[in-house]
């Protein structure tokens, strides 16, 4: 390991109070995904400041791309954070919160950012010892398909990288753990919609209507057998029926219902399997009781398969930076991340740093109105990242 690393832990302290800062004031101006004009822009004026060899570029409207080349011998390594929050009003109470209404940073995304800034700038200062290119990269619109991480590799930021890997702060985890898995380690999140079409009617005469609410709930019911009873038990997969919208009034059945929900798994052929036998289970209910339906199926990002020989790399380096009791193996999740999209470009892997604190009442899971991180967890991303571009990079 380099000795440039040997104070490190002074150099993280002395950016830790700028990294709590810019993720409180990306955490109090949240936006959306593909509306990240500002996050973006804050992005592009932060690493400015910082001076130094940044090459900074603009790969897509709300997204930003740094190259720093170190001034050893070495590899292509790119590190990448997302920016955007979700459609989510916030119920915390502390100061830095959303300043704007129904926007929230639910989900560690402000907090993945200020410590890619925090790295970018401290890695700036280290850039003689630095082995081969860090290529920082700053991503929108994680949250919603088809994704700013697709966009991004379109427009080019993935060429010449030759390894990737991106932190998540992770609520389920405590603060001053590691998670990290090698293989499948989250989910393909695919979408489906249906309508069920009914015919409507006087609620005091159904049997002048085909009902289509009671059509539609047989139809949730009934596709609950599609993992329950069609897959593999050891086959990990969800299915959930997660909207159902019908009728207007107490004294009308409606013409039709409309649902909505997601499919979650890893297997590439449960992406095929999977729509058809929803569809088998619609079309049956729905001709058993008069009924007609339309079933539309979405894929959505591709699952998280961590490189094994990577993770195994970075493991060391992870426990080399910390302790083995840090660095927990954990198992995989259904939860979906578009980072996948990079790691069709070359091998790479995902891993969470914990940020959760039952003492401080830090225990809200992603996408909640009350989540929030231990900030305390921002600079353990940090070193865990600076320790990664020399272990990764090296040829060694």
């Not at 119920?91 to 129904?102: H, I, L, M, V």
């Amino acid at each position: 390991m380099s000795v440039m690393l040997e104070d490190l832990e002074s150099r993280v302290e002395s950016v830790k109070e700028e990294v709590i800062g810019w993720r409180r004031y990306l955490h109090e101006n949240p936006e959306l995904s593909f509306q990240e004009e500002k996050t973006s822009q804050f992005i592009y004026d932060t690493l400015k400041s910082f001076g130094g060899n940044l090459e900074i570029t603009r790969p897509t409207p709300t997204s930003v791309v740094a190259k720093l080349k170190g001034g050893k011998p070495g590899r292509v390594l790119g590190v990448r954070a997302d920016m955007d929050a979700l459609p989510i009003t916030e119920e915390n109470s502390f100061e830095f919160k959303s300043k704007n209404d129904g926007v929230m940073h639910a989900c560690g995304h402000d907090g993945h950012t200020a410590m890619l800034l925090g790295t970018a700038k401290l890695l700036l200062a280290m850039q003689p010892d630095i082995p081969g290119e860090v290529r920082f990269i700053f991503q929108h619109a994680e949250e919603l398909f088809p994704g700013g991480a697709e966009e991004m590799v379109n427009a080019g930021v993935m060429e010449g990288v030759e390894q990737v890997i991106g932190i998540h702060l992770w609520s389920p985890l405590t603060v001053g753990k590691i998670g990290i898995r090698a293989g499948a380690f989250m989910a393909a999140p695919d979408t489906f919609y249906i309508t069920v079409k009914g015919k409507g009617g006087h609620a005091a005469q159904p049997q002048e209507t085909v009902d289509s609410i009671a059509v539609a709930a047989q139809v949730v019911t009934n596709l609950q057998h599609v993992v329950s009873r069609n897959l593999d038990p050891v086959d990990p997969a969800v299915l959930s029926v997660t909207k159902f919208v019908g009728g207007t009034t107490h004294n009308v059945i409606p013409g039709s219902v409309e649902m909505m929900g997601t499919v979650r798994s890893f297997r590439p052929e449960l992406r095929t399997e999977v729509p058809a036998l929803m569809e088998r289970v619609i079309k049956g209910v729905t001709d058993a009781h008069g009924a007609t339906y339309t079933f539309k199926y979405e894929r959505g990002y591709r699952p998280v398969i961590n490189d094994e020989a990577v993770t195994e790399k970075l493991r060391e380096c992870l426990v080399e930076a910390f302790s083995e009791s840090v660095v927990q193996e954990l198992p995989p999740t259904m939860g979906g991340e578009d980072f996948s999209a990079y790691q069709q470009k070359a091998p790479g892997v995902f891993f969470y740093v914990g940020a959760r604190n039952e003492e401080k009442d830090i225990v809200y899971p992603h996408h909640h109105p009350r989540f929030t991180v231990d900030e305390t967890a921002l600079p353990i991303g940090v070193k865990a990242f600076i320790h990664a571009v020399f272990k990764l990079n090296s040829e060694e």
